[in-house]
């Protein structure tokens, strides 16, 4: 009864190199989400997908692409890292509309890039 | 844009109150709150609806103004398991659960 699951836990890159964060929940939720969190600014919203086969932008988009592979998984792809995007990752989950539910979150992935 | 909260961050002894508020500059449908212990993922604290009532269970509780646009959670008796950054999330009808988070408030009880 995992949830949702984030691999890797942590990373280091330096800048320039490409990186994929992988997601994948087994709580048969439609919608997927990305945000990061930095010191001070909470939790913005990177990319979403609200059912298989779409995905979309959120707040903070730039240098990011994402894919949604199928129901279960939401993987979020840097193709040249930069430190600006030193932050820890969460992967989160939701039934179609959180009007009435919450959001379940992954544990995180914290990159450093230097 | 952002919601705001107030207090940036509070410092408690067990057993006392506090209160958090979330304000938005835009018309909300739902506020969402949620609370982050160091290192860890958020956690779902509870839902308030537009339109809906007072939620809470134990001794945390939260209200919901959808004219001024404003939420507040309300903390009683507190524990030191309360102790963690807490979260507003807000949702404006975009037609899709977008959340947009506030940027925490800072919760610490002590003995």
């Known amino acids: 009864n995992a949830g949702v699951t984030q691999t890797p836990k942590f990373q280091v890159l330096k800048t320039g190199q490409s990186m994929t964060l992988q997601c994948a929940q087994d709580m048969n939720h439609n919608s997927m989400y990305w945000y990061r969190q930095d010191p001070g600014m909470g939790l913005r919203l990177i990319y979403y997908?609200?059912?298989?086969?779409?995905?979309d932008k959120g707040e903070v988009p730039n240098g990011y692409n994402v894919s949604r592979l199928n129901k279960r998984e939401f993987s979020l792809r840097l193709e040249s890292a930069a430190p600006s995007q030193t932050s820890v990752y969460f992967c989160?989950?939701?039934?179609?509309?959180?009007?009435?539910?919450?959001?379940?979150f992954g544990n995180g992935t914290r990159l450093t890039v230097t | 844009q952002q919601p705001v909260q107030s207090p940036q961050a509070v410092i408690l002894r067990e057993g006392e109150d506090a209160v958090i508020n979330c304000s938005s500059s835009k018309a909300l449908y739902s506020v969402h709150w949620y609370r982050q212990k160091h290192g860890e993922a958020p956690v779902f604290l509870m839902i308030?609806?537009?339109?809906?009532e007072q939620k809470g269970h134990d001794k945390i509780s939260a209200s919901f103004n959808e004219k001024k646009q404003q939420s507040s959670l309300y903390l009683t008796a507190s524990q030191l398991s309360y102790s963690g950054t807490y979260f507003c999330?807000?949702?404006?009808?975009?037609?899709?659960?977008?959340?947009?988070f506030g940027t925490g408030t800072r919760l610490l009880v002590s003995p």
């Open positions: 308030l609806l537009k339109g809906g």
């Open positions: 999330g807000t949702e404006s009808n975009t037609g899709f659960q977008k959340l947009v």
């Open positions: 997908s609200a059912s298989e086969g779409t995905t």
């Open positions: 989160a989950t939701g039934q179609e509309s959180s009007y009435n539910s919450p959001l379940h």
